[in-house]
């Protein structure tokens, strides 16, 4: 979750559905401007006790914030006077609720732009971080603590959260304060173009899960899940947690993409709205119900509504991009084959046909049941028509097609499909990244804590 902050030009009232519709349009970009944000969260501790990095002291977060600011000329943002991420050059790295470190990206033209910036961000990072003797690791739950260990940093809008989620369930707290993840933005060029793209990623979204599950360890030992993250996620807060329904719909397209999932969007109550710099709570209210007769003297605004669309959990998020959300944190190179993955499946009018040409017998109730299921078998599930495995071949096979149409239509020739050998030498082994990593604990690690984190660590 990116830091909120106030844009004057949508301080506009917000008084009809149409308004809101409006602003997916508006959002339409043209094929010779997409771009590509990737969004990465790491888990940090302490390399000598394992132990949670706090907010506050002198090996603390805001000390590694601090040192960012002054020796490399990041700019500070603040959430009601504290520092809590920073800005450069179209970048941020904000604070996730339990100190989680997110980098969200620039929108870049390649991937091997995305790869560099991730490199140079994890040195800069790694370069302060060894100083605070502090580690990030690249799983998708906090191995080793407690959900009450962890802790909480200092932003108005997790505070609201936290109140608000731990009253709900019991998974919101862990999904805010022990969860990371990766996820990848991508433009659309009309109605037609998002809707088609927002269905082969919620359809493919169990496929991206298991190739990506990274997150077996809980408190120190196994878990019983390859993704026990995507668990959490499932069962946090099923009011904004959602593969949307709706569009797998026959008539999910032209005319009906952008509405629909405004009108969803419209009955998730909301967390908080942002006046003066300060969240308030929005105490469950839905925003339909806001902008209708408003709330303790506060009308609606376009402002609330973009800040109501960050705060709605699908597993694919429709905002001015399409932006693919599902995956646990995983280490190093791996990173960078997440937008691969998306981008040669998604950019490429052929391979976007024939990914959802191989998944549209797929409906709501199948892809449903398939993400529960690759939580805790990761690639060893099986999908309606055929093993998990053979699908995620196929559509890593598409994917790799459609970055060399990619690379063709480039005048540089740029081969982006390099960033999806992570991938392939996931679907040759056969098994999820969790599975290699369960079979090192009970075998040659022996159940050395230490291995764990040297083979994680950024």
Same mark, same amino acid.
């Given at each position: 979750?990116? =830091?909120?902050?106030?844009?004057?030009? *949508?301080?506009?009232?917000?008084?009809?559905?149409?308004?809101?519709?409006?602003?997916?349009?508006?959002?339409?970009?043209?094929?010779?401007?997409?771009?590509?944000?990737?969004?990465?969260?790491?888990?940090?501790?302490?390399?000598?006790?394992?132990?949670?990095?706090?907010?506050?002291?002198?090996?603390?977060?805001?000390? =590694?914030?601090?040192?960012?600011?002054?020796?490399?000329?990041?700019?500070?943002?603040?959430?009601?006077?504290? *520092?809590?991420?920073?800005?450069?050059?179209?970048?941020?790295?904000?604070?996730?609720?339990?100190?989680?470190?997110?980098?969200?990206?620039?929108?870049?033209?390649?991937?091997?732009?995305? #790869?560099?910036?991730?490199?140079?961000?994890?040195?800069?990072?790694?370069?302060?971080?060894?100083?605070?003797?502090?580690?990030?690791?690249?799983?998708?739950?906090?191995?080793?603590?407690?959900?009450?260990?962890?802790?909480?940093?200092?932003?108005?809008?997790?505070?609201?959260?936290?109140?608000?989620?731990?009253?709900?369930?019991?998974?919101?707290?862990?999904?805010?304060?022990?969860?990371?993840?990766?996820?990848?933005?991508?433009?659309?060029?009309?109605?037609?173009?998002?809707?088609?793209?927002?269905?082969?990623?919620?359809?493919?979204?169990?496929?991206?899960?298991?190739?990506?599950?990274?997150?077996?360890?809980?408190?120190?030992?196994?878990?019983?899940?390859?993704?026990?993250?995507?668990?959490?996620?499932?069962?946090?807060?099923?009011?904004?947690?959602?593969? *949307?329904?709706?569009?797998? &719909?026959?008539?999910?397209?032209?005319?009906?993409?952008?509405?629909?999932?405004?009108?969803?969007?419209? +009955?998730?109550?909301?967390?908080?709205?942002?006046?003066?710099?300060?969240?308030?709570?929005?105490?469950?209210?839905?925003?339909?119900?806001?902008?209708?007769?408003?709330?303790?003297?506060?009308?609606?605004?376009?402002? &609330?509504? $973009?800040?109501?669309?960050?705060? $709605?959990?699908?597993? $694919?998020?429709?905002?001015?991009?399409?932006?693919?959300?599902?995956? +646990? #944190?995983?280490?190093?190179?791996?990173?960078?084959?997440?937008?691969?993955?998306?981008?040669?499946?998604?950019? &490429? +009018?052929?391979?976007?046909?024939?990914?959802? +040409?191989?998944?549209?017998?797929?409906?709501?109730?199948?892809?449903?049941?398939?993400?529960? /299921?690759?939580?805790?078998?990761?690639?060893?599930?099986?999908?309606?028509?055929?093993?998990?495995?053979?699908?995620?071949?196929?559509?890593?096979?598409?994917?790799?097609?459609?970055?060399?149409?990619?690379?063709?239509?480039?005048?540089?020739?740029?081969?982006?499909?390099?960033?999806?050998?992570? =991938?392939?030498?996931?679907?040759?082994?056969?098994?999820?990244?969790?599975?290699?990593?369960?079979?090192?604990?009970?075998?040659?690690?022996?159940?050395?804590? /230490?291995?764990?984190?040297?083979?994680?660590?950024?």
């Amino acid at each position: 979750m990116s =830091l909120t902050r106030e844009d004057p030009r *949508l301080a506009r009232p917000a008084e009809d559905v149409e308004q809101l519709v409006e602003y997916f349009r508006e959002g339409e970009t043209p094929r010779a401007d997409w771009r590509v944000g990737t969004e990465h969260e790491k888990l940090g501790l302490y390399a000598k006790t394992l132990r949670p990095v706090p907010y506050e002291g002198e090996n603390g977060i805001r000390a =590694l914030l601090s040192a960012i600011e002054t020796r490399h000329g990041w700019k500070p943002l603040t959430d009601a006077g504290l *520092l809590v991420g920073l800005e450069r050059d179209g970048r941020t790295i904000t604070l996730e609720p339990g100190g989680q470190l997110e980098l969200s990206g620039a929108p870049l033209a390649t991937v091997h732009e995305t #790869a560099r910036e991730f490199r140079e961000h994890i040195a800069l990072v790694n370069e302060v971080s060894a100083e605070l003797d502090i580690v990030w690791l690249g799983l998708g739950l906090h191995p080793f603590a407690r959900v009450e260990e962890l802790p909480r940093m200092p932003r108005e809008r997790h505070q609201i959260m936290r109140e608000y989620l731990g009253k709900r369930d019991t998974h919101g707290l862990h999904m805010m304060h022990a969860t990371a993840g990766v996820q990848a933005n991508f433009d659309f060029a009309s109605e037609a173009d998002a809707a088609r793209k927002l269905r082969l990623a919620l359809a493919a979204s169990p496929v991206s899960t298991a190739l990506f599950a990274n997150s077996p360890f809980s408190e120190g030992k196994p878990n019983g899940f390859q993704s026990m993250r995507a668990e959490i996620w499932r069962h946090t807060d099923t009011d904004r947690w959602s593969l *949307l329904p709706f569009a797998f &719909d026959r008539d999910f397209g032209e005319g009906t993409a952008y509405r629909a999932y405004t009108e969803w969007a419209l +009955d998730v109550p909301m967390f908080l709205i942002v006046r003066d710099g300060h969240s308030l709570p929005a105490r469950g209210l839905t925003f339909r119900e806001f902008m209708a007769r408003g709330f303790e003297g506060q009308r609606a605004t376009l402002a &609330d509504w $973009v800040v109501h669309l960050t705060t $709605v959990f699908p597993e $694919v998020r429709l905002k001015r991009v399409v932006e693919t959300r599902g995956v +646990d #944190a995983v280490p190093g190179p791996q990173v960078s084959a997440l937008p691969a993955f998306w981008k040669g499946l998604l950019y &490429d +009018d052929d391979a976007l046909a024939a990914g959802l +040409d191989r998944l549209r017998r797929w409906s709501f109730a199948d892809v449903d049941a398939l993400h529960a /299921s690759v939580a805790r078998e990761g690639l060893r599930a099986k999908a309606p028509d055929a093993p998990l495995l053979e699908v995620a071949r196929e559509l890593l096979a598409i994917s790799r097609r459609g970055l060399a149409r990619s690379a063709a239509r480039n005048e540089l020739g740029e081969d982006e499909s390099v960033h999806l050998e992570p =991938l392939a030498r996931v679907v040759e082994r056969g098994t999820s990244p969790a599975a290699q990593l369960l079979e090192a604990w009970s075998g040659p690690w022996k159940q050395d804590v /230490s291995r764990l984190v040297e083979a994680v660590k950024y």
